[in-house]
């Protein structure tokens, strides 16, 4: 199987390759098109340029002199082959005659040099023919030869070649820079890419500190290394979260079971007798186990899949002031004011189920709530959504902890927790029953600031 990078580098040298070859065919395509249109307005420049010399000749009346012979010559070394006579078919000038040799050498040159830049060409020697005024009763006649359809002097074959040369130099540097940016491209998405896969098997093996850093401009990767890490995090934290689980599990099945074991131990070796102060002790110790039994067992079967709900138009502002009266005790113990906006809205619910969220959020506020502080519950009907706002004023809770507040067994400050006889799974169960429900909650907390949930139940 081929890495990445390898693949990415042979794409981009491929398709560049491509262009480039694709461009340079069109390229010799389109140059040649033109310089053979330019050579063959430069052919037919020549041929009217002939003709006028020969004009003024004719004119001038000077068919005898030198004049003729230097427009011959002239014609010749410019691939054309002319020959002039008057109506009588007297001869007045003829290259072939003047230098036969010569013209035989051109026309080859012609035919070497039109098959260097256009092979496979078939061209053929051409003759046009004018006639000219010599007086009321003479005319005169020229003949032009040339083998066409293109003449390239040797200036022509040598510009030809060497436009060939650079555009094969160009293809050449531009695919040595196509393989180059290509490296760099491949190289700048693999390499953060294989830094991934190196720490996604890291935290395979359970090594979740080692976090990526590298910083790339492709946004997609970026996103990826930011999964990662943020996935990295969520694992490491998760593995404390078990090391907490276990040893909080620990602790509250090995305080009541020690209590319970020295106690029978005396007991039974006969040093206290058993009164009933101390088998009511026992008793408690025993129920408090099973009350930690059946707070796993509601947690367990509120976050199952098969969770039965017994849903019913619930009026969410009456079932807060029905569980709000069963508070009052405690709000009165501890001096807490309780203010409330309880606006009337009916919603289609687990009551008992609700109730209990709310009871496990409510009563988790008043534990953490010092005396005289604050308690406020508002109800609120959005366009889509109900949602209900418990804030407290109490010990608020730090940005370290905040995440973790509805982990199982988590406690933010342990002593307080314990010495409120808390369990540590109130608001796990509570978020279970809220999700159940196909409903959200979340929660803002700053320390000495208090606490504030927000519920947010669909219509």
Not at 129 to 137: E, I, M
Not at 277 to 288: F, N, V
Not at 298 to 325: A, F, G, P
Not at 329 to 337: A, F, G, R, S, V
């Amino acid at each position: 199987m081929k890495k990445l990078k390898h693949k990415l580098t042979f794409s981009f040298i491929l398709f560049s390759l491509g262009i480039i070859i694709l461009i340079s065919i069109s390229a010799n395509i389109f140059v040649k098109k033109n310089f053979n249109n330019y050579i063959q307005d430069r052919l037919e420049k020549r041929k009217t340029d002939v003709v006028k010399d020969i004009d003024n000749v004719i004119t001038k009346g000077n068919l005898e002199g030198a004049s003729i012979e230097n427009i011959g010559i002239n014609a010749l070394e410019n691939g054309l082959i002319i020959k002039l006579s008057d109506d009588s078919g007297k001869v007045i000038w003829d290259a072939r005659t003047h230098n036969n040799g010569m013209c035989e050498d051109m026309l080859s040159k012609m035919i070497l040099n039109m098959n260097k830049i256009n092979p496979g060409l078939k061209g053929n020697y051409t003759v046009e023919k004018y006639d000219f005024k010599l007086s009321d009763t003479k005319k005169a006649y020229l003949e032009i030869g040339y083998y066409g359809p293109y003449y390239y002097s040797e200036p022509d074959i040598v510009f030809f070649k060497t436009l060939n040369s650079i555009l094969i130099i160009v293809a050449i540097v531009a695919l040595g820079l196509s393989i180059i940016v290509g490296i760099i491209i491949a190289t700048s998405i693999s390499e953060p890419l294989f830094r991934v896969v190196k720490a996604t098997n890291l935290i395979a093996r359970g090594n979740y500190k080692n976090k990526i850093n590298e910083k790339t401009n492709v946004e997609e990767v970026e996103e990826i290394i930011d999964s990662v890490n943020k996935l990295a995090n969520i694992l490491e934290n998760q593995e404390k979260m078990r090391k907490v689980l276990t040893k909080d599990i620990s602790h509250e099945l090995r305080t009541p079971l020690t209590t319970m074991q020295v106690q029978l131990e005396a007991l039974v070796d006969g040093v206290w007798e058993p009164t009933e102060e101390r088998l009511k002790s026992i008793y408690e110790e025993t129920q408090r186990l099973s009350r930690l039994v059946g707070y796993l067992e509601n947690l367990s079967r509120y976050e199952s899949d098969n969770l039965v709900l017994n849903k019913s138009m619930v009026d969410i502002s009456e079932l807060i002031s029905t569980i709000m009266v069963n508070f009052e005790k405690q709000l009165l113990d501890k001096n807490i004011e309780y203010e409330s906006n309880l606006n009337r809205f009916v919603a289609n619910v687990d009551k008992d189920k609700l109730s209990q969220a709310l009871i496990n959020i409510i009563s988790n506020g008043i534990k953490y709530t010092q005396i005289g502080g604050k308690i406020n519950i508002n109800c609120i009907e959005m366009e889509n959504e109900f949602v209900i706002v418990v804030k407290d004023s109490g010990i608020g809770i730090s940005e370290e902890n905040l995440s973790y507040i509805f982990e199982r067994f988590y406690r933010a400050d342990e002593s307080r927790a314990r010495a409120t006889g808390g369990s540590g799974i109130g608001l796990t169960i509570a978020k279970a029953i809220i999700e159940a429900q196909d409903g959200e909650i979340s929660v803002k907390s700053k320390v000495d600031g208090g606490t504030e949930f927000t519920i947010k139940l669909p219509k």
